[in-house]
């Protein structure tokens, strides 16, 4: 099985070391894992995948506050990802 997990962080905090517990278990059980991220550097995740730069994530903050549009601010690095 092919596993994507998309998260702000990868191995920093809660919920990104939640994200990389759950990518081992899956490497240990024979499974394909990635973990998607936005922020910072990935810790202990050698399939890490970064969405955007920190340009773009500047933007995205931005475009929150402004707009009140949470999730609709970073198009173009969520079409790259796509891609991929």
């Known amino acids: 099985m092919r596993v994507l997990q998309i998260n ?7 919920t990104g070391r939640i994200a990389t517990d759950i990518h081992n278990i899956l490497i240990e059980q024979g499974h394909e894992s990635y973990i998607a991220f936005e922020r910072d550097k990935p810790k202990n ?18 475009k929150t506050r402004l707009f009140d549009r949470h999730g609709f601010g970073s198009k173009k690095p969520q079409l790259n990802l796509s891609k991929k």
């Open 45 to 62: 995740c050698e399939n890490a995948i970064r969405i955007g730069n920190d340009i773009d994530c500047y933007k995205h903050v931005v």
């Open 8 to 14: 702000s962080v990868c191995g920093i905090g809660s």
